[in-house]
């Protein structure tokens, strides 16, 4: 059964979010991840539209240091009142 672009974009927000402050993920990595997690069940256009939504509502953000890479967005110090 395959699996369905929330599902994957759920699976990759996690990993972020696990990953977040030890080690900075690049797309590549979280599509690699998954096609090792999910076996045939995911494809490569499967995981840029689960990257694409993860983006696009704003659960994740790329940054470029060297290299582009997902992360969880960053809180302003303000709005940590």
Known sequence: ???TVEEIADAMFNMVKEAQGQKKLKPMDLTKAMLE???D???K???KAAIKQLVDSGRCVYTYFGGSFLELPH???AAND
């Open 1 to 3: 059964m395959a699996k």
């Open 37 to 39: 997690i999910f076996g």
């Open 41 to 43: 069940e995911v494809d």
């Open 45 to 47: 256009k499967l995981c």
């Open 75 to 77: 809180r302003e110090g």
